[in-house]
């Protein structure tokens, strides 16, 4: 009986081989992004749903166009810092990664709509405004450096390639049970870390154990680079100065890069082989790349001129995305097992919903707050290059929906200044663990003339778990004994400052 490989709710690694492989994680992942935004409105939490006037409304509520009565342009970079503290097995460790980006850039036309000599010019449609931008929704910039002896889990790489041995070995029609030459299986068969010991009772396929003893000392290593960004077009609208609606189009970009090395030593098990130690390294590299498209509707509501209320719905982005991974495997300086392979799927992230509400105090700032529904379990996957059905059954058994909130203010001090604060909390998608998201942010604004420039810093805090590798629930080593999977507590913090530089015209 071939053994279905299941992932856990706590991995969010890439895994390995096409036929092995889960892309569950993946598809979270690339779902669970922000409204890329200007320095104003990560500086109130990005709590900008019914704001309106931001050059953000692009690729956020696009709504929020019909609000401008001139035109603009702006351009965001950023600075990213990244700081990540692991917990393995009572020892702890931290990482660094720094990086710049550019986090938005926009521009906007204003079109007056042209009224009749005797028309009311504050009534009916007044302007229709269209804008384009590029915003960043995510960065992946992150190293992390864990290390400890395994001795909770008491497993070793060598139990993982023992399942995958046991997984994806086949008759060679001669009564034998052989694996793929080339494969890390094999590789690991070669190394002296696993060997071939029965013969399942219907003799469909072979078993594997480990040659290691239990509780090794284990470094994992990661590192990624990239981001996603939507490349944002859309129109807004205003009536009568009581009623704004809007229409986005976003072409979304993906670009991920990850790095991961386990490094583990131990012994050899003298009763099953030479006694000894072992050295050995498992490295899998993983360069995703991906376009899709998704559209906004959105609306913002003056019921009084002091109140606006704000909602958008977000269709579903369909991605097609290409990933290419390569493994390797070596052991005490033996020739390393390298096995490289790619993977072409369609991915549909949710829909996302979102409502807001901003007070404004006449002419001295706002206070606002919105909420943002997603539900993660819809997340759906098809391919004509693996079976699919596991990563959406993964989808729907470990994933929740989830809401994000955001609350923010501005003040303006003097006709020039603005001083503005916010707060903003990341839902996790992931069932049964606590993995929030919680941001604090602040900033400045100056005007003059024709020009502004906006300065935010912000803080963001969470944990995330993962693991170097897995191993089923049904799994059992050598001695019929069940080994849990390692894990690795990630504390991750983001600084991060923004400038927006603006100019109406």
Excluded at 69 to 92: D, H, M, Q, V, W
Excluded at 103 to 118: H, P, T, V
Aim: proline letters at 2%.
């Amino acid at each position: 009986m071939k053994m279905k490989y299941i992932l856990g709710v706590l991995a969010i690694v890439a895994c390995t081989q096409h036929t092995y492989a889960q892309y569950a994680q993946d598809g979270i992942r690339f779902s669970n992004t922000q409204t890329g935004s200007t320095s104003r409105i990560k500086a109130i939490g990005n709590a900008g749903t019914a704001v309106g006037g931001d050059l953000s409304n692009i690729t956020g509520n696009p709504a929020g166009l019909g609000f401008f009565t001139r035109s603009e342009l702006s351009i965001t970079p950023e600075y990213n810092g990244t700081n990540t503290k692991s917990l393995f097995n009572g020892a702890n460790t931290s990482d660094n990664k720094n990086q710049f980006n550019l986090n938005n850039a926009s521009i906007l036309f204003y079109s007056q709509l042209s009224k009749g000599r005797n028309e009311d010019k504050n009534k009916g449609w007044l302007s229709l405004n269209f804008g384009v931008n590029y915003a960043r929704t995510k960065n992946y910039y992150d190293n992390s450096y864990s290390a400890g002896r395994n001795a909770a889990s008491g497993s070793s790489v060598a139990d993982y390639f023992s399942e995958r041995a046991q997984n994806f070995n086949y008759s060679n029609g001669a009564g034998q049970f052989v694996l793929d030459q080339g494969s890390l299986e094999q590789g690991a068969v070669n190394q002296g870390l696993i060997s071939q010991t029965g013969i399942s009772p219907d003799k469909s396929y072979a078993y594997y154990s480990p040659n290691t003893n239990i509780g090794p000392n284990q470094v994992y290593a990661t590192s990624h680079t990239g981001g996603q960004a939507d490349y944002g077009f859309a129109i807004g609208a205003n009536y009568s100065n009581k009623l704004y609606l809007g229409l986005g189009i976003n072409f979304a970009d993906i670009r991920y890069n990850s790095a991961s090395l386990l490094s583990e030593n131990g012994t050899f098990d003298a009763t099953v082989v030479s006694a000894g130690s072992y050295n050995t390294s498992y490295r899998v590299d993983q360069a995703t790349r991906g376009t899709g498209f998704n559209a906004r509707l959105g609306l913002i509501y003056k019921p009084v001129e002091a109140v606006r209320l704000g909602a958008t719905f977000t269709s579903p982005t369909w991605y097609n995305i290409d990933d290419v991974t390569s493994e390797s495997l070596g052991t005490n300086g033996r020739t390393s097992a390298q096995q490289d392979y790619s993977v072409n799927y369609n991915l549909r992230t949710p829909l996302k919903v979102a409502g807001g509400l901003a007070v404004f105090i006449q002419q001295y700032g706002f206070i606002t707050g919105d909420v943002e529904y997603v539900d993660y379990k819809s997340t759906h996957f098809t391919s004509n290059d693996y079976d699919v059905s596991n990563d959406n059954a993964d989808i729907k058994d470990f994933y929740r929906s989830t809401v994000n909130a955001h609350v923010g203010a501005e003040a303006r001090l003097t006709p020039a200044f603005y001083l503005r604060g916010g707060y903003g909390i990341q839902g996790s998608p992931q069932k049964n663990l606590e993995t929030t998201f919680k941001t604090a942010s602040g900033g400045l604004g100056y005007r003059f003339g024709d020009y502004y420039i906006d300065a935010t810093y912000s803080h963001s805090n969470g944990t995330i778990y993962t693991q170097p590798y897995l191993l089923s629930a049904s799994y059992l080593n050598s001695s019929g004994v069940s080994l849990s999977n390692p894990y690795i507590d990630l504390k991750r913090t983001y600084n991060n400052v923004f400038l927006t530089l603006g100019a109406r015209f």
